[in-house]
């Protein structure tokens, strides 16, 4: 029997290969009728006998290009007219101009082939790309998707490549970025002045430098990286020295999963991830044995490793045969150098010859950043290959909002519809560059999504540089949320949750809205409003910043809230190695309360009992003192005790008991390891004590956890299992950061919640 529907699909389903998708399944199945683009998504007529058109439709729902998020597939019946040929129609009039853009795609398995095929006429070519891989987000200058308007614009597309482009039974069918070595972008060496070194094959010049123990700059796909020998202990340590970088990791680019291996412990969750579309770097537990030089994470547990994504990187690794470093390319904490006369002039004096290429990278895009927790992802970075993904809400936005994140790892959202687009990782607004890459980023944003913000959402905190931004945009209403709520809420959102939860946010600042810095809450809350039920003590924070980058502050902090003068009696290295005059110059600046603010921060917490036990007494990083403890932390079961009282109807957790424990453990020369264990599972133990309450005075069943603190796997998989098994449902970020990189998802949606849409029109 012949039957004909018209079938629509709505979600991600242009600029993604999707109608040559529909069009080849149709042939493959003998079906006739049309497919075309249209406002809805994709809208297709196929008609032809029934067994045929049921197989075509279960492909439809099942076997969708990668890069295609389908929403909805609906198909009814129609009259068949005898179709017998299947076409692709030309798009129907899109009154409302908008297409989702994807993010770039690594290499797909088909152009690596010919990559590596002698006889194809793009072996060793670094920018053979297809339907279903290649560069996107960070070509694109303007909509719609079409190559005019992506830096691929210069490059005319030879016969070959045009007869590729225009054939919809071809994988490069309307692939934007189709090149070849005729017509294409070229590599080029340049020396650290930026004059061109003549050399017949780039890849293997480089090749021959990096084995030389030279740094080079590879210009990638969102960026360059600065890349040498990862076996170099001499090439390593130059790096690390010109890079001003003491002690942040450096990434690792290896050729496959098995290279990875003898790096660090790779799972199937791993594995999915670092041969997957989007190749991350993926944080592995490191190998004792791994083969790479000390200076390339020094004192760490884990190693950031990721696979090659482009072309370039495919034939660089597999012919190089080594381990590189592959991190990105700037100067401590200014962005990552994309454009190439900055880089020339940024990079100059990092590194010793610069591998380039004539491919603008139109929008910067610093590698994503993931690690597996409880056997699934949970992004820490959200950039390359994630965004400009957007996230797809349970609800419509009333009204197009552009919230504008945190201070660090900041990340803004633009929201249209249901949809959230979460911005690619900015960095730390602290310097010119970084604010220049958000102002420009918003404004490429607005353009590529073609949505004028209606509303702003923003943090309370008034020194941060986005809140800052937004408070100078009074053209539109502004939504100030608060801090740890917006935490919350990013954390329902991902998980679709709007009911009110028992929000658990720990992390390390956050303005309050009592003014103090705020960091270890437990709020009641849904997607609207919050009450802060729960919080750790406040306790002084000397010196502010400063007592972030100086963690035994806090340590010296503690000790004396608890012990008091007592303190220099205890037989504790800590209070032996502590300069007595620059303790009394803390202490003055407590009792008189300057540039000393209150905190609840859980974060300094961490940093006391790290600076205490004597693992980091000195930050040079972000969190270095936490994700010191966490690595020192061994095998122990036990839990140090903890109170908690009632003051103003909130409960405030006292942790003098647990520093009591911990002095108590140091003096009978208890290891490191057993302390930092036993502090983690205390930390765990509170949060499931609290919510266990706030279950019992609220009904509340369900907990989200959010906060630069559950980065820490030990803590969130002990909480996990304590909240699961004590019959909680418990919400956690997978691919939204549970740091300050999720903030803006957040404030979006609480903003859209407490917008009143009628100010809007007046
Ligand atoms: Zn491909
Ligand atoms: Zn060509
Ligand atoms: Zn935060």
Redesign the pocket.
Known sequence: MRLAKVITITGIVQGVGFRPFVYNLAREQGLGGWVRNDTAGVTLWVEGPSPALAVFERTLATGAPVQAVVFEIAARAVEPRGLEEFEIRKSAEQADQFVPISPE?A??????R?LFDPADRRYRYSF???????PRFTIVEDIPYDRPLTTMAPFAMCAQCRAEYDDPGN??FH?QPNACPVCGPRLELLDQSGNPVPCADVVGAVIERLRQGRIVAIKGLGGYHLACDAQNDKAVKTLRARKFREHKPFALMVADVQAARALGDVDPAGEALLSGTVRPIVLLRRRPDAPVSEAVAPGQMDLGVMLPYTPLHHVLLAEAGMILVMTSGNISDEPIAFRDDEALRRLNGLADYFLVHDRRIHIRTDDSVVRVVADKPLVLRRSRGYAPHPLILPFEFKAPILACGAELKNTFCLTRKRFAFLSHHIGDLENLETIEAFEQGIAHFQRIFNTTPACLAHDHHPEYLATKYALARDDIPRIGVQHHHAHIVGCMGENNVTAPVIGVAFDGTGYGDDGHIWGGEFLVCDDRDYRRAAHLQYVPLPGGAKAIKEPWRMAAVYLHKVFGDGMWDLPLAFVRDLDRARWRLIARMIQQQVNTPQTSSAGRLFDAVSALTGICREAFYEGQAAVELEMAAGDDDRVYEFDSRSEAGKTVVLPDAVIEGIVADLIEGESRGVIAARFHNTVAALIASQCDQLRRETGITTVALSGGCFQNMRLTRRVLALLTANGFSVLTHRHVPPNDGGLSLGQAIVANRRLDTSILNS
């Open positions: 795609v290499t797909c398995a088909d152009c690596v010919e053979i790309n297809c339907t279903n891989c290649g994988r490069r692939a």
